[in-house]
Each structure stands twice: as C-alpha cells, then as structure tokens.
C-alpha cells in the first residue's frame, strides 16, 4: 500500500505533488535573481578582459612608435623611368638626391681553356666502317629517323656505321652528294656535284645534320661549323675521350690547386661533371664551366673586379688535358668606374657601389647599365604614417569599447537602458585620463613636438576619438622635422609612448584586480545558491514526507469506513 500512496491525492485526492512544484518555484526566486546576479558579473569579466586585449593592442602600438628607427626610414628611387639598378638607403642616409655616373660596368675575371681538348672522332688512319653512329663521342647524340638533303629522305638507323651513313645520302641523292670527313680537323663535308645544296626539311625525324654541326652555307657544299669530337662529361675522367694523357698515378690519384685551393680526383671513378662540381664548391671563388661549342673549360670568378686567377697541376696532368695550363691566358677582369654629383672617378670591383667608396653613408646603388641617373632619397613618411595610422586606429578601439560598455540610453518614454558597465566609474576615469594623457604636452623635449595635437590630430567633433584634422601638418613634420617627432614618442622614459606604456600597464593591473574581485563576488554568489538549493531540497523531502503521511492516515480512514459501512449493511 505503500508505493501505492507515492501517487500524488490516490487517497486524499489532493495533488500535492503539483503543489510543492509552486511552493518549490516560489521558494526559489531567490536563486534566480543571484544567478541572475551571477551571469551579469560573468559578462562583466569577458568585456573587462576585452577592454584588456585592447589596452594591450593599443600599447604595442605606441612601443612600435619608438622603435629604432621608425622616423628616420629611408625611400630611393631613381627619376629615369623603368630603371634596372637596385637601390637602398639606411636610416643614416642623408636627405637629398645624387647624380650617379657609372662609365663602366665591373665585370669578373676569367681563365679560359685551350679549345678543342676532346680526341676527334678517329685518326689516321680513318676507318669509318668502324665508328658506330650511336657511340661516336658528339656533343649531341645522333637520334635515328630521317633527314632530308636536296629534297632527298635519308634513313638512319643508331647500328649504322658513319661509312653507312655516308653511302646512304650518296645513294639517296644519286650519286650527287658526297660526304667526307677530315680527321685532321675533325670535321665532316658534304659536296654537291650538280652545284646546289640544300640542308634539312620540315618534317626530319633524325637530328643527323645538327649531331655533326651541318648548316646550310649557300654554296655547293657544308662543313661541320666545329670540331666533332666532344668530352663525355659525365664518363670517368679515363675515358672522358679527352685527346692529351691525364698523367695520373698508377691508382689514377691526382691533385691540383685553384687559387691555392688543393683538390684532388682519380681519373677512374670521377667524371668531367664531378671535378667540375668540386672546384665550385670549394673555397677557390670560381665557377668551373664546359663549353661544348668551343670544347672547352672555363674558368671565372664568382667575383668581379681586376682579380687574378691561378691553376697548377700538382700530382697528374689534369688541368693540362683541360687545357687551362697552356690556355689563352688570364682575360683580366675590371672594375666599375663611376662619379658622384660631377666628381672625381671612383672604382669598385663590385656593381654594388657602396658607402665603403662613395662614402654615402646607408646608400647603395647596384648598377647594371652604365648610364647616369638622378637618385633622390627622401624619408619613408609612408611607413611612419601607418605606424601612427595603427596607434590612433588602437586608442579610438578603446574609446568606443569604453564608451559602447558604459553608456546610460533612454527611449522615448524616459526608460533607461544602462550598458553592462554603466555603474563602472572606475573604467569611465581611465578612458578621460586617457584623453587627457592624448593632449598633455611633454617637457623636457628639444624640438618642435610636444603633443598630438602639434602633428595635425585632434578629436572628432562631439566624440571621444582621435583624428587627423589636419593632413598637411603632419605631412610636414614628417617630412621636415621627423627627428622631433621621433623624440616625441621614443624618448626614453619622458616620451609619448613611454607615458602611454605607463598608464596602459597600470589600469591593465587595476583591470585584472577587478575581474578578480568580479570572480570572487560570483563564487560567493555560487555558494549562495547552493545553500539555498540545499535547504530547499530538505524543505521538500519534510514537506513530501508530510503529505504521504496525510494519504496513508486518508488510506485508512477509508478502510475504517469501508468495514463500517460492510457490518450495517448486513444486519
């Protein structure tokens, strides 16, 4: 009978489950007004936090403003149109413009090789029935197809021997064409009988004519525009088919130096390519280059200027079969010649003409034509004006987050509206002492600037936001007087961006401990409920306990009465 009774009025036919849910919502109008309470002072920490992050955006903005530097920024440009040279300036560049001649360019230093290093494509005596068209040591390898000579298709297979290649275009041609090839000057002729030759067509699959460096001349017969024989660059040097004896060791060891720089190979497992590579990257300063049209190697220095250039043979002969032991001999680099404003001829072994011998502090000018050319530099007041843009874009962030938060409205009906920060004195004090600290001018200072307002700023007409009232007057100053605005706000200590840390730094501070007081306030508030939803959580337990006893005491009553009713009924 018991759990019968949990129902609500079974037995009395009250329902008093119904009942404690009002008494229990009215009993609880307390919790709802502190978590009410509550939620207002969780609001209050997040727009304190926010004005936070502003106030921190705001006095990064200042310190950017004393950076080294940030008022003596230098611009350059040269007034001749679409010009090639390279220009910078340094903060310590002196206003103006300078009239740069350059007569003559720098350029490096070079030690070319002797010529024509590779072995020809055969000796005497020549059998061409034995030089296979796909091994011949050319700069470019023969590819098969057909090519084409006096309107004539000749087929090339890479199995032809050149003697079958050669009987194939007289064949093809007649009897016309004749082909021949010198080894003395390692080249190949084609001969026409009939007095015309004409090279190539459109639609050659076989790069024949240009593999043996064939053109047309415009007479009756063509040769090679070069010696044939080529090095294999990428073959160990051994069999690199260059015509002079390396002369290395016998384990194929060998050393030379560049510029007293030693390097060392082995004529077994290096290639042309490898040594080649070493010498660049070594500390010799040259770049170490083939020339496969003159078949050649070439040195020059990764400098320029009148620099010299040395290479010896060590152990072996290497630099000897590359020719640059008996090579043409050194073609000396030069320097660049050049004048400022009309005077005297300067030298630089660089293009890069720098303070270090024009003596312009900061300028340097890189040239790649010899011309003259007007150079103007002036102060980057582009730069300096957004660093300032920035600031006074942070300060009016500030304001009307302080404003926006402690504004009191009312409408039509005289209902007021007070933001949640309303009541807030102490954050409506720092955005006035803000202002204040705006427009405070600065002793101690030596030039011209001493507040906002000297550099054009003042505030909006009925706001509390900064503006540039005037533009011409802090263009000016940056222009004209930018070390007096660079004291203004970088002074050490006294300067408007040092102030403005200050003051940031501290209402930061007090904004913290009022967000901390806020969090204190609210978890106070939280045990407060709490104890309220305790005591009524007893409150209902006793009051729940009452009301089953009042249906079990119905619940008998009931039977009590049923029983009665039984025994009179039967008598």
Do not use: C
């Not at 200042?62 to 340094?90: D, E, P, Y």
């Not at 197809?145 to 087929?155: C, P, V």
């Not at 004529?267 to 170490?288: C, F, H, K, P, Y």
């Amino acid at each position: 009978m018991g759990t019968s009774l949990q129902v609500a009025g079974l037995a009395s036919g009250f329902d008093w489950k119904t009942f404690l849910d009002q008494i229990m919502e009215i009993e609880r109008a307390p919790v709802q007004r502190i978590a009410a309470e509550r939620a207002a002072n969780s609001q209050k920490v997040g727009l304190l936090d926010t004005l936070g992050t502003r106030l921190t955006a705001l006095k990064d903005a200042a310190n950017a403003l004393r950076s080294s530097g940030v008022f003596s920024q230098r611009t350059v440009s040269s007034t001749t149109a679409g010009s090639s040279w390279k220009l910078a300036a340094g903060s310590e560049t002196p206003l103006g413009t300078y009239q740069v001649a350059v007569t003559q360019l720098a350029r490096p230093a070079a030690l070319p090789g002797r010529p024509g290093i590779a072995h020809p494509l055969a000796e005497e005596p020549v059998d061409l029935a034995n030089l296979t068209l796909a091994t011949l040591p050319l700069r470019t390898g023969v590819s098969a197809g057909t090519f084409s000579i006096n309107g004539h298709r000749i087929t090339v297979a890479l199995t032809d021997s050149l003697q079958e290649a050669f009987n194939a275009i007289t064949a093809a041609t007649g009897g016309d064409v004749t082909a021949s090839y010198d080894s003395s000057t390692d080249r190949v002729t084609l001969t026409s009988g009939s007095g015309s030759l004409m090279l190539g067509a459109a639609n050659d699959t076989s790069n024949f004519l240009g593999a043996f460096r064939l053109g047309n001349s415009g007479t009756a017969s063509a040769t090679s525009a070069a010696a044939l024989g080529s090095v294999k660059l990428n073959a160990p040097l051994a069999s690199g088919n260059f015509a002079a004896d390396l002369a290395a060791d016998a384990e194929g060891n060998g050393t030379f130096t560049i510029n007293g720089v030693n390097l060392a190979y082995n004529v077994n497992t290096d290639s042309l390519a490898a040594v080649l590579r070493r010498i660049n990257e070594s500390g010799a300063g040259v770049n170490a280059t083939y020339d496969a049209t003159a078949d050649r190697v070439l040195l020059t220095n990764q400098v320029t200027g009148d620099l010299g250039i040395t290479a010896t043979d060590t152990t072996g002969g290497l630099l000897s079969a590359l020719g640059l032991a008996d090579g043409p001999g050194l073609v000396r680099g030069r320097d660049a010649e050049f004048s400022i404003n009309g005077g005297e001829t300067l030298r630089s072994a660089s293009n890069t003409l720098t303070a270090a011998v024009h003596g312009i502090s900061g300028l340097s000018v890189t040239a790649d034509t010899e011309a003259v050319q007007s150079i103007t530099v002036g102060g980057d007041t582009g730069a300096m004006r957004a660093r300032i843009d920035t600031f006074i874009a942070r300060f009016n962030e500030v304001q009307q987050f302080i404003d926006a938060q402690t504004q009191i409205s009312s409408d039509g009906k005289g209902k007021m509206t007070l933001a949640p920060l309303a009541a807030n004195r102490e954050i409506q004090d720092w955005a006035r002492s803000l202002r204040s600290l705006a427009f405070t001018g600065i002793s101690g200072l030596t030039g011209s600037v001493a507040r906002l307002n000297d550099l054009g700023f003042d505030f909006k007409r009925g706001s509390n936001e900064l503006e540039l009232a005037d533009t011409a007057k802090l263009s000016g100053m940056l222009a004209d007087s930018n070390s007096a605005v660079a004291e203004f706000f970088g002074k050490a200590e006294v300067g408007f961006s040092a102030r403005l840390e200050e003051f940031v730094s501290r209402i930061s501070t007090q904004n913290k401990d009022q967000q901390a007081r806020i969090n204190v306030s609210s978890n106070g508030l939280a045990e407060q409920i709490s104890a309220i939803e305790r005591r009524l959580d007893q409150q209902r337990q006793l009051m729940e306990a009452a009301f089953l006893q009042m249906e079990r005491a119905q619940a008998t009553i009931k039977q009590q009465q049923s029983a009665l009713d039984g025994m009179f009924a039967s008598k």
